[in-house]
C-alpha cells in the first residue's frame, strides 16, 4: 500500500516562497504520475500541479501558471512543488496525490492515494 507524506508547508508572506516535498513509499513510485491540489477553508479540493512518470510532461492550473513548478526525483521517491510570489489566495492545506495509472490528471478522482496535507498560509 503506497504513503505519502507532505511536508514544507508554513507561514510566509506575500511575495515569498515555500517548497513543497512529497515522499512515497514503494518501489513503484517511478510509474506514477503524481500531483498537487490544494483545498482553501470552505472551499472543494482545487487542482494545483500534475507531472507524469518520467518528469517529462507537467500540468499547471492557470491560477498558479508561472509561480508554481513541480519536479520529481524518482530515486528519491519524491516529487515537489516549488511555490513562489505567494498569494494571500494560495493559503489552503496541500495535498499530493498518486495516480498509478495515468499521465497526470487534473482531476481528483483519476488519483487513487492521498497525503494527509501540508498547511500554506500566506499573510498579506
Known amino acids: 500500500q503506497v504513503q505519502l507524506v507532505e511536508s514544507g508547508g508554513g507561514l510566509v508572506q506575500a511575495g515569498g516562497s515555500l517548497r513543497l516535498s512529497c515522499a512515497v513509499s514503494?518501489?513503484?513510485?517511478?510509474?506514477?504520475?503524481m500531483g498537487w491540489f490544494r483545498q482553501a477553508p470552505g472551499k472543494e479540493r482545487e487542482f494545483v500541479a500534475a507531472?507524469?512518470?518520467?518528469?517529462?510532461?507537467?500540468y499547471y492550473a492557470d491560477s498558479v501558471k508561472g509561480r508554481f513548478t513541480i519536479s520529481r526525483d524518482n530515486a528519491k521517491n519524491t516529487v515537489y512543488l516549488q511555490m513562489n510570489s505567494l498569494k494571500p489566495e494560495d493559503t489552503a492545506v496541500y495535498y499530493c496525490?498518486?495516480?498509478?495509472w495515468g499521465t497526470g490528471s487534473t482531476r481528483a478522482s483519476e488519483y487513487h492515494a492521498w497525503g494527509q496535507g501540508t498547511r500554506v498560509t500566506v499573510s498579506s
Open positions: 496525490a498518486a495516480d498509478a
Open positions: 507531472i507524469n512518470w518520467s518528469g517529462g510532461s507537467t
Open positions: 514503494g518501489r513503484t513510485f517511478s510509474t506514477y504520475a
